[in-house]
T-cell receptor, first 113, second 112 residues
Framework: QQKVQQSPESLSVPEGGMASFNCTSS?????YFWWYRQHSGEGPKALM?????GDKKEGRFTAHLNKASLHVSLHIRDSQPSDSALYFC?????????????FGSGTKVIVLP | EAAVTQSPRSKVAVTGGKVTLSCHQT?????MYWYRQDTGHGLRLIHY???????EKGDIPDGYKASRPSQENFSLILELASLSQTAVYFC???????????FGAGTRLSVL
C-alpha cells in the first residue's frame, strides 16, 4: 500500500468552477505535506506547503490539513484552463531536515472551457 | 528561480546497455534527488544525496547507481538497462529547511 494516497485519480471541472481533491497518509510519521503541480511535458513545481491543522490559502488555492486523520485536501477556486495539470500530494516525516519527500500517484485535473 | 538542468531530455537505450543520466543545478543547494515517474505510481525516489561524494538509497534503488562528484552535479547510472526501467526520470534539488524541491524538466528513457 502506498504511504500517500490520492483521490480521485482524475476529475473534470468547468472553467470558473471549484476543483477539490484529497490526500491521505497511512504513515503517522508523515506530518508535513506539500502540493505540487505538473503540466504536461514539464517537471513538477511546488504549489504550497501545509504543516498545521486548518486552512492555508494562497491566491485561488486553499489547502486544508487534519493532522488527526492525516488527511489533506486542495481546493482550486475559479478554475482556469491553465490549472489543467497533474497534482501531486507529497509528505515527509520531519521538518528542518531535508528528508526526502514521498509522493502520491497524483490527481489529473481537466478544466473544461 | 531555481534552475535544475537534466540531460539528455530523451534517450533510447538497448537492453543490457549502460545509461547515464545527468543533472546540474545552479541553486547552491546541498540536497539532490532522483525520482522516476510511471503512470499510476506517481514519483518514486531512487537515490538522493546530502553532500558531494556521498549518496543514499531511496525507496527503489535496485538496478540504479548514483554519483555526486560536486555540489552542482548528480548522475544516475543504469549499468545494465532493462525494459522495466523505461520511465521518465526527474532530478530535483532542495536547500533544506522547508525542503521545497525544485525539479528539472525530466529525461524520457525508453529501453528496447
Amino acid at each position: 500500500q502506498q504511504k500517500v494516497q490520492q483521490s480521485p485519480e482524475s476529475l473534470s471541472v468547468p472553467e470558473g468552477g471549484m476543483a477539490s481533491f484529497n490526500c491521505t497518509s497511512s504513515d503517522r510519521n508523515f506530518q508535513y505535506f506539500w502540493w505540487y503541480r505538473q503540466h504536461s511535458g514539464e517537471g513538477p513545481k511546488a504549489l504550497m506547503s501545509i504543516f498545521s491543522d486548518g486552512d492555508k490559502k494562497e491566491g485561488r488555492f486553499t489547502a486544508h490539513l487534519n493532522k488527526a486523520s492525516l488527511h489533506v485536501s486542495l481546493h482550486i477556486r475559479d478554475s482556469q484552463p491553465s490549472d489543467s495539470a497533474l497534482y501531486f500530494c507529497a509528505a515527509r516525516a520531519q521538518t528542518g531536515f531535508a528528508s526526502a519527500l514521498t509522493f502520491g500517484s497524483g490527481t489529473k485535473v481537466i478544466v473544461l472551457p | 528561480e531555481a534552475a535544475v538542468t537534466q540531460s539528455p531530455r530523451s534517450k533510447v537505450a538497448v537492453t543490457g546497455g549502460k545509461v547515464t543520466l545527468s543533472c546540474h543545478q545552479t541553486n547552491n543547494h546541498d540536497y539532490m534527488y532522483w525520482y522516476r515517474q510511471d503512470t499510476g505510481h506517481g514519483l518514486r525516489l531512487i537515490h538522493y544525496s546530502y553532500v558531494a561524494d556521498s549518496t543514499e538509497k531511496g525507496d527503489i534503488p535496485d538496478g540504479y547507481k548514483a554519483s555526486r562528484p560536486s555540489q552542482e552535479n548528480f548522475s544516475l547510472i543504469l549499468e545494465l538497462a532493462s525494459l522495466s526501467q523505461t520511465a521518465v526520470y526527474f532530478c530535483a534539488s532542495s536547500g533544506g529547511g522547508e525542503n521545497t524541491l525544485y525539479f528539472g524538466a525530466g529525461t524520457r528513457l525508453s529501453v528496447l
